[in-house]
């Protein structure tokens, strides 16, 4: 059951004037830090493992200590693994756990722990003037049957990856289309057949169907259209063919249907190839003293790009919601967002901290990235996304590990797809 605050606040005085009483019965004078400490709120955020220095965001979490007199927050982190982190929550949530107040969820989380009344609406915190801040798909992501469940934290988009000294040798611009990529792929390796051509995430599991996802919006197809799967098209199946085709011509190495973003990282960094579909934390990475292709790279957008990132929600059952819904503006604030961006490399749900003279002379800043976040699409939006994804994973996997032709393994999706939806009959 919730607890509204303002009963936090009488429950934490009814302590504090029992300790005062036992004080002075006791004939004892000295009451201050413990009772001080009595009367503190604890709020509890959760979060996953986040790489850097743990001192940037504590120094947060103390500026809005320092900003809310009486509250300590408490963060814990969870392991990096996403399936971990999901878990965990489903778990915990399910059992009506009230010990954490506010959780840092993945974007393809929102519609399914909305439906299952495990976080709270947050229409409160996005106003007019909020909304119009942050990138479009950010907002779609949060949104389950027209309200709000989580404020965008920050943002994440696929990007192509290009050597700039490459296309330098052939004089070709970096290619806006699949077909472009192709034949300046192709052409790069004529002179270096040593290199590979194209590097991207090809293993059986979520990164998959977000690489997946590109090739389909970018070819004009979809997987749900107006409530109907629309999996099973020509234009799908041309979409999985392109894919396949990059390994059947030997522009992809084989190995990439093992691989996940940092092997992807690490062939290309090596200077092994000449393109690579990554996420934007690869860009600060590949800019390090030692990288054989630092300062040899251009990032540009893709035909079509899936929209990832984190958002925070608020526990349904938190003991402290006005408390939790405080924090979590603070900490979706531009303030915030310019703090994440410069200490981890967080690329910033809000348009406007991208117009920061600071952010822009960072080096893990990516010209043209607003431009990229602006336009990237939500994986679909739906309570029964992580069911439709592994149903997505396994037939993508075969199509493009060469086991089923295209249209088979899209048929056999879409099938799979229409009974997990309710669909009765084909499209």
């Keep these: 059951m919730q607890r509204p605050f303002h009963m936090t606040l009488h429950s934490a005085l009814v302590v504090s004037a029992v300790t005062w009483v036992a004080a002075n019965v006791g004939g004892c004078t000295h009451r201050g830090e413990d009772e001080a400490q009595t009367a503190r709120v604890r709020l509890v955020f959760k979060h996953g493992k986040i790489a850097g220095r743990p001192d940037a965001l504590r120094g947060l979490l103390d500026r809005f200590e320092a900003s809310t007199p009486g509250v300590e927050v408490v963060e814990t982190s969870l392991p990096s693994d996403s399936d971990e982190q999901h878990r965990f929550y489903v778990i915990n949530l399910e059992g009506g756990a009230s010990e954490f107040d506010v959780m840092a969820l993945d974007v393809i989380w929102i519609s399914e722990f909305a439906r299952a009344g495990w976080i709270r609406p947050l229409d409160a915190l996005l106003s007019e003037d909020a909304r119009s801040d942050f990138f479009p798909g950010t907002l779609d992501a949060v949104t389950f049957e027209g309200r709000a469940y989580a404020v965008p934290w920050f943002a994440d988009a696929g990007v192509l990856y290009a050597r700039r000294d490459l296309l330098a040798e052939i004089g070709a611009e970096p290619p806006r289309t699949w077909a472009e990529l192709r034949n300046a792929a192709r052409r790069i390796r004529d002179l270096h057949p040593e290199l590979h051509g194209f590097v991207w995430q090809g293993k059986q599991y979520e990164g998959l169907v977000c690489n997946a996802l590109e090739y389909i919006w970018g070819s004009g197809g979809d997987v749900i259209d107006e409530g109907r799967v629309v999996l099973d098209s020509s234009t799908n199946?041309?979409?999985?063919?392109?894919?396949?085709?990059?390994?059947?011509?030997?522009?992809?190495?084989?190995?990439?249907?093992?691989?996940?973003?940092?092997?992807?990282?690490?062939?290309?960094?090596?200077?092994?190839?000449?393109?690579?579909?990554?996420?934007?934390?690869?860009?600060?990475?590949?800019?390090?003293?030692?990288?054989?292709?630092?300062?040899?790279?251009?990032?540009?957008?893709?035909?079509?790009?899936?929209?990832?990132?984190?958002?925070?929600?608020?526990?349904?059952?938190?003991?402290?919601?006005?408390l939790a819904e405080r924090f979590v503006r603070f900490m979706t604030s531009a303030e915030a967002a310019k703090t994440l961006a410069l200490s981890f490399g967080y690329?910033?749900?809000?348009?406007?901290?991208?117009?920061?003279?600071?952010?822009?002379?960072?080096?893990?800043?990516?010209?043209?990235?607003?431009?990229?976040?602006?336009?990237?699409?939500?994986?679909?939006?739906?309570?029964?996304?992580?069911?439709?994804?592994?149903?997505?994973?396994?037939?993508?996997?075969?199509?493009?590990?060469?086991?089923?032709?295209?249209?088979?393994?899209?048929?056999?999706?879409?099938?799979a797809l229409r009974h997990l939806m309710g669909e009765e009959g084909p499209r």
């Design 237 to 322: 199946e041309i979409a999985l063919q392109t894919m396949r085709g990059w390994i059947e011509e030997g522009l992809t190495p084989p190995s990439v249907t093992t691989m996940t973003e940092e092997p992807a990282r690490h062939v290309f960094q090596a200077g092994r190839a000449a393109f690579m579909r990554n996420w934007p934390y690869a860009y600060t990475l590949l800019q390090q003293e030692g990288s054989a292709v630092r300062d040899k790279v251009v990032v540009t957008r893709l035909p079509a790009a899936t929209l990832g990132g984190w958002h925070l929600a608020v526990n349904a059952d938190t003991r402290h919601p006005e």
């Design 347 to 415: 690329q910033p749900a809000r348009r406007s901290v991208y117009d920061d003279a600071e952010i822009r002379a960072n080096s893990a800043f990516i010209p043209g990235l607003p431009d990229i976040l602006g336009a990237a699409r939500p994986r679909p939006v739906t309570p029964y996304y992580l069911m439709m994804s592994k149903i997505l994973q396994l037939e993508f996997s075969a199509a493009v590990s060469g086991l089923r032709p295209p249209k088979v393994a899209l048929a056999r999706a879409a099938e």
